[in-house]
């Protein structure tokens, strides 16, 4: 089993930066990929970012290439998302995704409680 928290999430002006956290505990951190979803109001759950278990891959929608990063601190057994240029369409429920078998195509079992980020223009 592995538990997730998720943190960060706030309102924000066009252009601006947030960083999300994911606390994990249960399950080894290392033994696990992680990743990020988000979802905004009316429309599916969408993938945002992968992280191996290693860390030492990485995997991004096109929508966030080149402004969003993952990563993750094994001493602190929590992943981040560090979220730059921030625009209008990323406002959406950000959560928390552990345990996937192929990280970037499917989705994990254990998922965190979601949270908000809000993007203004």
């Known amino acids: 089993q592995v538990q997730l928290v998720e943190s960060g999430g706030g309102l924000v002006q066009a252009g601006g930066s947030l960083t999300l956290s994911c606390a994990a505990s249960?399950?080894?951190?290392?033994?696990?990929?992680m990743g990020w979803f988000r979802q905004a109001p009316g429309k599916e759950r969408e993938f945002v970012a992968a992280?191996?278990?290693?860390?030492?891959?990485?995997y991004y929608a096109d929508s966030v290439k080149g402004r969003f990063t993952i990563s993750r601190d094994y001493a602190a057994n929590t992943l981040y998302l560090q979220m730059n240029n921030l625009k209008p369409e990323d406002t959406a429920v950000y959560y928390c995704?552990?345990?996937?078998?192929?990280?970037?195509?499917?989705?994990?079992?254990?998922w965190g409680q979601g949270t908000q980020v809000t993007v203004s223009s």
């Open positions: 995704n552990a345990d996937s078998p192929q990280p970037g195509v499917a989705t994990g079992p254990y």
């Open positions: 249960g399950r080894t951190f290392s033994a696990y990929s």
């Open positions: 992280i191996s278990w290693s860390g030492g891959r990485t």
